[in-house]
């Protein structure tokens, strides 16, 4: 029951089966004097399925900045609103953002009706460690920013999660596999909650194998996970910074050798390294 006025509700919704809307959601949705929807149609049909007549007004990533005045005004008129996204928590690689920061800074109370998250189901079934984890939403879709991107969490230690789309998976994989090395442990979760959840677990080289050679695994809504780096990978961004000084002065081999005196590590993969920092990887 709501019992106060003029709240702002920020509502999570299912991301896939319907059953997963909570019981405090729908009283909320009914309760509501409008639900704020980034897409009205799409939430009609959920609307329609728990019986509540609420109405809706569009809020969506074109409209966030010109809607939200509008919104804050009834707002402080003592109107309640729900916030809802297509699936999932608003904000979470969702629109809501820049209404929930209006509403704060016009001192309304924002009131989370906390519920199912893409990022949440996969990390706590993934048997990936869920002690520290760092949710890094949607890549760049272009290689080269992608790859900047992923060389820049090379050696984080919290597990990695991201948001991917079907169209883009295989070239993701391509790219984890270059950055994280194959034996590094991962996790796709596909399709979540819906008939074909699949839970694809095992390093980056047999997750994208299995993508590779069948064609389903490509389909639908996917999260990626990674394991973090181990402490001693950490020590890598060292030998990196190191390799990277020693190969303004010299060649390649002679500045493997010197970094291999100096951080006690192996020549030969030292060597491996300076190559590929050489080539820009
Ligand atoms: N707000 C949503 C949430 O809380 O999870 C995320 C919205 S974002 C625009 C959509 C992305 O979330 C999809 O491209 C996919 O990466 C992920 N996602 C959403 N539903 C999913 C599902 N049922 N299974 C796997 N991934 C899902």
């Given at each position: 029951m709501i019992r106060e006025n003029g709240v702002l509700h920020v509502v999570a919704t299912p991301i896939g089966n319907l059953g997963d809307l909570s019981q405090r959601a729908i009283d909320v949705l009914r309760e509501v004097q409008v639900i704020a929807a980034e897409d009205t149609r799409h939430t009609a049909?959920?609307?329609?399925?728990?019986?509540?007549?609420?109405?809706?007004?569009?809020?969506?990533e074109?409209?966030?900045?010109?809607?939200?005045?509008?919104?804050?005004?009834?707002?402080?008129?003592?109107?309640?609103?729900?916030?809802?996204?297509?699936?999932?928590?608003?904000?979470?690689?969702?629109?809501?953002?820049?209404l929930v920061r209006a509403a704060i800074a016009a001192g309304i109370r924002v009131v989370p009706v906390?519920?199912?998250?893409?990022?949440?189901?996969?990390?706590?079934?993934?048997?990936?460690?869920t002690d520290r984890f760092c949710f890094e939403g949607f890549l760049?879709?272009?290689?080269a920013a992608r790859r900047k991107r992923l060389e820049g969490l090379r050696t984080a230690t919290a597990t990695?999660?991201?948001?991917?789309?079907?169209?883009?998976?295989?070239?993701?994989?391509?790219?984890?596999?270059?950055?994280?090395?194959?034996?590094?442990p991962m996790v796709l979760a596909r399709e979540l909650t819906k008939t074909f959840e699949t839970f694809l677990r095992g390093t980056v080289a047999e997750v994208r194998a299995q993508v590779q050679a069948d064609p389903d695994q490509r389909r639908g809504e996917m999260v990626l996970l990674i394991q973090g780096a181990e402490a001693r990978n950490a020590a890598t961004l060292d030998e990196d910074r190191l390799l990277a000084i020693l190969l303004e002065e010299m060649p390649v081999r002679q500045a493997a050798a010197l970094a291999a005196r100096?951080?006690?590590?192996?020549?030969?993969?030292?060597?491996?390294?300076?190559l590929e920092l050489q080539r820009g990887k």
């Open positions: 049909r959920l609307l329609h399925a728990h019986g509540i007549a609420t109405p809706c007004v569009a809020v969506h074109h409209n966030e900045r010109e809607v939200v005045p509008k919104l804050i005004e009834r707002l402080g008129r003592g109107e309640s609103i729900a916030l809802v996204s297509d699936a999932g928590t608003p904000l979470v690689s969702d629109p809501g953002y820049h906390p519920g199912p998250s893409a990022l949440i189901a996969a990390l706590s079934a993934s048997g990936l460690p760049p879709a272009k290689a990695l999660v991201f948001y991917e789309s079907p169209h883009r998976i295989l070239d993701t994989l391509e790219d984890l596999q270059a950055v994280f090395g194959p034996e590094r100096l951080s006690g590590g192996k020549k030969n993969r030292l060597y491996q390294r300076a």
